[in-house]
């Protein structure tokens, strides 16, 4: 079963060596599913990391579906992304 975990930092500027605020994860699979919104206030940017065991495709944003037109992440690569506080990362297996 692979996995994408998601870790969301605060007080980040170039790197992720701020606080860890935010942890999760989700099952990757054939269909689409959300993680937990992102935690803050109004459209605060925050530093997402996610780190996935299998090939997947992100999508983050107020009610994200993820399909083979979203960003393509790597097993076993993290990956870091900006993104605003109350929205959601939607993460689908790649084959």
């Known amino acids: 079963m692979a996995t994408l975990w998601m870790t969301v ?3 980040v500027s170039q790197t992720a060596m701020g606080d860890v605020i935010q942890k999760d994860s989700a099952t990757i699979g054939v269909t689409s599913v959300q993680l937990a919104a ?3 206030d ?10 996935a065991d299998a090939k997947c495709y992100v999508k983050w944003g107020a009610d994200p579906t993820a ?9 076993e690569n993290p ?3 900006s993104v605003e506080a109350g929205q959601r990362i939607a ?5």
Do not use: H, K, M, N
């Not at 109004?42 to 780190?51: A, I, N, S, W």
């Not at 993460?91 to 084959?95: E, G, K, S």
């Open 9 to 11: 930092f605060g007080g």
């Open 38 to 40: 992102i935690t803050g």
């Open 42 to 51: 109004g459209r605060r940017l925050r530093t997402v990391r996610v780190f």
């Open 67 to 75: 399909d083979s037109t979203d960003v393509p992440v790597g097993s």
């Open 79 to 81: 990956e870091y992304f």
């Open 91 to 95: 993460v689908i297996t790649r084959a």
